[in-house]
Nanobody, 124 residues
Framework: QVQLVESGGGLVQAGGSLRLSCAASGRTLSRYHMGWFRQAPGKERDFVAAISWRGDRTAYADSVKGRFTISRDNAKNTVYLQMNSLKPEDTAVYYC?????????????????WGQGTQVTVSS
C-alpha cells in the first residue's frame, strides 16, 4: 500500500502561484508514475499533469500547459506541482495519484493509489 498526502493548497489571487506537494509513505514512489488531478464542485475529476517514475517524461492538460510544472524527488518520496499564473477556473480540490501505467496517464482509472486532496481557491 501507498499512502499519499497532499499539501500546499490555499487561497490565492488570480495571477499568483502555489506549490503543491504530495508525500508518500508505506512504499517508495520510485517505481510509480505519478499524476495530479483536480475536481471542481459538480464536475468530474480532470487530469492536470503526470510524470514518469524516472522523471524523464511529463504530460500536461492543455489548460495548464506553460503555467504548471510537475516534478518529483524520489529520494524524498515526494511529487510537486508548481502552479503559476493561476486563474479562477483553476479552483478545485487537487489530488495526487500513483500508478504503473504512463501511456494513458490522463485516465484516473489507471492509478492505484490516491491522496485525500488539497483545496486550491483562486480569487478574481
Amino acid at each position: 500500500q501507498v499512502q499519499l498526502v497532499e499539501s500546499g493548497g490555499g487561497l490565492v489571487q488570480a495571477g499568483g502561484s502555489l506549490r503543491l506537494s504530495c508525500a508518500a509513505s508505506g512504499r517508495t514512489l520510485s517505481r510509480y508514475h505519478m499524476g495530479w488531478f483536480r475536481q471542481a464542485p459538480g464536475k468530474e475529476r480532470d487530469f492536470v499533469a503526470a510524470i514518469s517514475w524516472r522523471g524523464d517524461r511529463t504530460a500536461y492538460a492543455d489548460s495548464v500547459k506553460g503555467r504548471f510544472t510537475i516534478s518529483r524527488d524520489n529520494a524524498k518520496n515526494t511529487v510537486y506541482l508548481q502552479m503559476n499564473s493561476l486563474k479562477p477556473e483553476d479552483t478545485a480540490v487537487y489530488y495526487c495519484a500513483a500508478g504503473l501505467t504512463f501511456s494513458v496517464a490522463d485516465r484516473p482509472n489507471v492509478y492505484d493509489f490516491w491522496g485525500q486532496g488539497t483545496q486550491v481557491t483562486v480569487s478574481s
